[in-house]
């Protein structure tokens, strides 16, 4: 009987398929594990078909319907395993085959991929321009070396007349993934050495023989990162129903190199916008930390419970060892803190919601008569004095304040000192505290108790997603978590998705990441059309890196996906506009979208609860993602624009952006009280926007009932 193998490119297609279309591919592989090879090719009902002029002759299609081919990659050397490789609309299913060659890399002996028209169409006119060019890339690099590392003779003509960065990048999405990657460490300046080890060896099986093998079967299974080889028949079913986040842990070659680097000499960052597979970067980095020794435990943390679940639920499907799932900590910062002051200090602290503490810094300015206004107390003493982990007056009156815009004297200082005190005494007399407190206080006692303390309540390794919310409070608790040294922290996030207004200088916390920096710029979730006008939205506004020390950018931020344009309307009623979005639901789902895979999202919670319930009297199922639902349970997910964090969905409603919810008055520090203040404030609003709207991977749908939020960009 024929062996069936799925190739990434299949899966990466599959789950775009509108629902009679995925029914015809589960029908006919079905078909497929039922015939015999010889079946097969004397066409018993699939119509395997040879694909004319096409580059490799193992080229086939299989007939799914009238209007959709499957194409196969068919064995000519006497073996069974047959390789599915996309399903392509029936008249770009035979361009789409003549056009690509799959071969075996010299080096790491996978079977890999390319478009091998184009690059013979781009060569010529790439070879004059390198004529000309003062410099070439790959111009230290000998035809030699370059052959030892995967290299091989197409892409070695091509990578000759490679100019820069820029067209290596461009370059990259006709070549195979393993040289590209190759290709690209040598870029970054990494020695051949260092490639070998890094990239080559890592991919090569251990059993591998001298030469490389045409022998299709032995190259699949070569191939196990980017292929999934059916071995029984019942597992086909099983596979075909497993929901987009089963292929979620997916590795890509520009995220490869930094996730399975064998070491960093310290703590090392990688940052990128939405998409760009961060949170994959980090998860295996895991998996490759837990390698190297047993004796590793790892804290993967990051900042909601919301998202420490999608975290641990990920990791489970990379891990398929218990034994190295025992060995890694998935927790939000807050939750670590807690845990620490409750065995190193004693006591199980208490802390308050950001609403409770509001109302005591309300408490304190009426008792003291203070000049300012709650809302600024709050940001005073969570930017300055918590940041700092100022403990005294005289400690406060010599600090700095970076980023306050409004000067305090001396006099002033003491004035708002004396606040202070009153707040802590009216938290230590209900028991309580913030929970930046409990990070500060946890952070204290890890420092206190040595590195006998760390290794009993500590980590070998910190991994840190979505860590540009993280508070410079919470950064000295996982500075404090793991002793500092090779690979002590591995940090990802996105200062575009700052929601929460935390600004940090990792270096003055003790985390230096110059030099072990890199940011991913290929977007492989959203559709460039919805990237292009989601960006918009950023657009000419200033945005500090992660680390806190410079800018960052989005320039170079691209996908290589294309769908629909955004669609964006606005409303007379809110009535209407609900009503709209009632309609759009049901025609994504009537083209196969399951309503779990659909997500609405506002600014607050009272539209999302009338959505809702309009939902529901329409018989559409639907849960709020703050209830954790796991990916089983049927239902259009609902959350508030805040809640979308970390998350994505196939469509994305985001609803009720008017001028009154976003940006939110009330959330805005005035300008005469603090410029530096208000215009951050403005931005974090403008980034809840923007990370709303970049969860969508197919379809966006964005409405407003009345005046639209100036946030949205011109034109719509």
Same mark, same amino acid.
């Given at each position: 009987?024929?062996?069936?193998?799925?190739?990434?490119?299949?899966?990466?297609?599959?789950?775009?398929?509108?629902? *009679?279309? !995925? @029914?015809?591919?589960?029908? $006919?592989?079905?078909?497929?594990?039922?015939?015999?090879?010889?079946?097969?090719?004397?066409?018993?009902?699939?119509?395997?078909?040879?694909?004319?002029?096409?580059?490799?002759?193992?080229?086939?299609?299989?007939?799914?319907?009238?209007?959709?081919?499957?194409?196969?990659?068919?064995?000519?050397?006497?073996?069974?395993?047959? &390789?599915?490789?996309?399903?392509?609309?029936?008249?770009?299913?035979?361009?789409?085959?003549?056009?690509?060659?799959?071969?075996?890399?010299?080096?790491?002996?996978?079977?890999?991929?390319?478009?091998?028209? $184009?690059?013979?169409?781009?060569?010529?006119?790439?070879?004059?321009?390198?004529?000309?060019?003062?410099?070439?890339?790959?111009?230290?690099?000998?035809?030699?070396?370059?052959?030892?590392?995967?290299?091989?003779?197409?892409?070695?003509?091509?990578?000759?007349?490679?100019?820069?960065?820029?067209?290596?990048?461009?370059?990259?999405?006709?070549?195979?993934?393993?040289?590209?990657?190759?290709?690209?460490?040598?870029?970054?300046?990494?020695?051949?050495?260092? #490639?070998?080890?890094?990239?080559?060896?890592?991919?090569?099986?251990?059993?591998?023989?001298?030469?490389?093998?045409?022998?299709?079967?032995?190259?699949? @299974? +070569?191939?196990?990162?980017?292929?999934?080889?059916?071995?029984?028949?019942?597992?086909?079913?099983?596979?075909?129903? !497993?929901?987009?986040?089963?292929?979620?842990?997916?590795?890509?070659?520009?995220?490869?190199?930094?996730?399975?680097?064998?070491?960093? +000499?310290?703590?090392?960052?990688?940052?990128?916008?939405?998409?760009?597979?961060?949170?994959?970067?980090?998860?295996?980095?895991?998996?490759?930390?837990?390698?190297?020794?047993?004796?590793?435990?790892?804290?993967?943390?990051?900042?909601?419970?919301?998202?420490? %679940?999608?975290?641990?639920? +990920?990791?489970? &499907?990379?891990?398929?060892?218990?034994?190295?799932?025992?060995?890694?900590?998935?927790?939000?910062? +807050?939750?670590?803190?807690?845990?620490?002051?409750?065995?190193?200090?004693?006591?199980?602290?208490?802390?308050?919601?950001?609403?409770?503490?509001? /109302?005591?810094?309300? !408490?304190?300015? !009426?008792?003291? %008569?203070?000049? =300012?206004?709650?809302?600024?107390?709050?940001?005073?003493?969570?930017?300055?004095? &918590?940041?700092?982990?100022?403990?005294?007056?005289?400690?406060?009156? $010599?600090?700095?304040?970076?980023?306050?815009?409004?000067?305090?004297?001396?006099?002033?200082?003491? *004035?708002? =000192?004396?606040?202070?005190? $009153?707040?802590?005494?009216?938290? @230590? @007399?209900?028991?309580?505290?913030?929970?930046? *407190?409990?990070?500060?206080?946890?952070?204290? &006692?890890?420092?206190?108790?040595?590195?006998?303390?760390?290794?009993?309540?500590?980590?070998?390794?910190? #991994?840190?997603?979505?860590?540009?919310?993280?508070?410079?409070? *919470?950064?000295?608790?996982?500075?404090?978590?793991?002793?500092?040294?090779?690979?002590?922290?591995?940090?990802?996030?996105?200062?575009?998705?700052?929601?929460?207004?935390?600004?940090?200088?990792?270096?003055?916390?003790?985390?230096?990441?110059?030099?072990?920096?890199?940011?991913?710029?290929?977007?492989?979730?959203?559709?460039?059309?919805?990237?292009? =006008?989601?960006?918009?939205?950023?657009?000419?506004?200033?945005?500090?890196?992660?680390?806190?020390?410079?800018?960052?950018?989005?320039?170079?931020?691209?996908?290589?996906?294309?769908?629909?344009?955004?669609?964006?309307?606005?409303?007379?009623?809110?009535?209407?506009?609900?009503?709209?979005?009632?309609?759009?639901?049901?025609?994504?789902?009537?083209?196969?979208?399951?309503?779990?895979?659909?997500?609405?999202?506002?600014?607050?919670?009272?539209?999302?609860? /009338?959505?809702?319930?309009?939902?529901?009297?329409?018989?559409?199922?639907? #849960?709020?993602?703050?209830?954790?639902?796991? %990916?089983?349970?049927?239902?259009?997910?609902?959350?508030?624009?805040?809640?979308?964090?970390?998350?994505?969905?196939?469509?994305? %409603?985001?609803?009720?952006?008017?001028?009154?919810?976003?940006?939110?008055?009330?959330?805005?520090?005035?300008?005469?009280?603090?410029?530096?203040?208000?215009?951050?404030?403005?931005?974090?609003?403008?980034?809840?926007?923007?990370?709303?709207?970049?969860?969508?991977?197919?379809?966006?749908?964005?409405?407003?009932?009345?005046?639209?939020?100036?946030?949205?960009?011109?034109?719509?």
């Amino acid at each position: 009987m024929p062996q069936l193998a799925f190739a990434n490119t299949f899966w990466e297609s599959f789950d775009a398929l509108e629902k *009679q279309v !995925k @029914a015809g591919v589960r029908k $006919a592989m079905a078909k497929f594990q039922k015939l015999t090879v010889a079946e097969l090719h004397a066409d018993k009902g699939l119509h395997l078909e040879s694909v004319d002029k096409a580059r490799d002759p193992r080229m086939r299609t299989i007939r799914i319907n009238d209007f959709w081919r499957g194409v196969v990659l068919a064995p000519d050397d006497g073996s069974d395993t047959f &390789l599915l490789l996309s399903v392509v609309p029936h008249d770009d299913a035979y361009t789409w085959a003549a056009k690509r060659l799959y071969t075996v890399n010299t080096a790491t002996r996978a079977l890999e991929v390319r478009n091998v028209v $184009a690059i013979e169409q781009l060569t010529p006119a790439l070879e004059k321009a390198a004529n000309v060019a003062p410099a070439l890339l790959f111009a230290g690099c000998s035809d030699t070396v370059l052959r030892e590392l995967g290299i091989d003779e197409q892409i070695l003509k091509a990578v000759r007349t490679v100019i820069d960065r820029p067209q290596l990048d461009a370059f990259g999405t006709l070549m195979p993934e393993d040289q590209f990657e190759v290709l690209t460490f040598l870029a970054e300046g990494f020695t051949p050495e260092e #490639v070998y080890r890094d990239v080559v060896a890592v991919r090569r099986p251990v059993h591998a023989a001298p030469e490389p093998t045409e022998d299709l079967a032995t190259a699949i @299974a +070569n191939t196990s990162s980017r292929i999934t080889l059916i071995t029984e028949p019942d597992e086909l079913t099983a596979i075909l129903e !497993k929901p987009f986040a089963a292929w979620r842990v997916f590795l890509h070659p520009s995220q490869r190199r930094l996730a399975y680097r064998v070491s960093y +000499n310290g703590s090392a960052q990688i940052s990128g916008g939405p998409g760009t597979g961060k949170t994959v970067v980090a998860l295996h980095r895991v998996k490759h930390l837990l390698s190297r020794s047993p004796d590793t435990r790892i804290l993967l943390t990051t900042y909601t419970n919301a998202l420490a %679940a999608a975290l641990r639920q +990920n990791l489970s &499907l990379l891990l398929d060892d218990e034994g190295q799932l025992a060995r890694v900590h998935v927790t939000t910062v +807050n939750a670590y803190a807690h845990r620490i002051v409750r065995e190193l200090g004693g006591r199980a602290p208490a802390p308050i919601g950001d609403q409770e503490e509001r /109302k005591i810094w309300q !408490k304190v300015v !009426k008792q003291l %008569a203070l000049p =300012w206004t709650e809302q600024f107390l709050a940001q005073e003493y969570r930017h300055v004095i &918590l940041a700092q982990g100022l403990r005294t007056a005289d400690e406060y009156l $010599a600090a700095t304040r970076r980023g306050r815009g409004t000067a305090l004297g001396p006099l002033k200082r003491a *004035q708002l =000192w004396r606040g202070v005190d $009153a707040f802590h005494s009216v938290l @230590a @007399a209900k028991g309580n505290r913030t929970h930046l *407190q409990v990070c500060d206080e946890a952070a204290r &006692l890890l420092d206190g108790a040595g590195r006998a303390g760390r290794a009993e309540h500590g980590y070998t390794h910190v #991994v840190v997603d979505e860590a540009q919310d993280l508070h410079p409070a *919470q950064w000295r608790v996982l500075r404090a978590a793991v002793e500092p040294g090779p690979d002590d922290l591995f940090i990802t996030g996105d200062p575009h998705q700052r929601i929460y207004d935390s600004r940090v200088s990792l270096s003055s916390i003790g985390i230096a990441v110059t030099g072990r920096s890199s940011r991913l710029r290929l977007n492989y979730r959203s559709t460039e059309e919805i990237l292009l =006008w989601s960006t918009r939205i950023l657009d000419d506004v200033a945005v500090g890196d992660l680390g806190g020390d410079g800018g960052d950018s989005l320039a170079g931020y691209r996908s290589l996906l294309h769908g629909r344009s955004p669609h964006t309307e606005g409303y007379a009623s809110e009535h209407a506009e609900v009503s709209v979005l009632v309609q759009r639901i049901e025609e994504w789902i009537a083209q196969g979208v399951r309503p779990s895979e659909i997500a609405v999202c506002t600014r607050f919670n009272v539209l999302l609860d /009338k959505v809702r319930a309009r939902l529901e009297s329409e018989g559409i199922p639907a #849960v709020k993602v703050k209830d954790n639902p796991d %990916a089983a349970t049927d239902g259009v997910r609902l959350a508030t624009m805040h809640a979308m964090k970390g998350l994505e969905f196939r469509c994305v %409603a985001v609803i009720g952006v008017t001028e009154g919810a976003v940006p939110f008055a009330r959330e805005i520090t005035p300008e005469d009280v603090d410029r530096i203040q208000h215009e951050s404030d403005l931005l974090r609003e403008r980034c809840v926007l923007f990370v709303a709207c970049t969860r969508a991977r197919e379809a966006l749908h964005v409405s407003w009932s009345g005046s639209a939020s100036p946030f949205l960009p011109a034109g719509r």
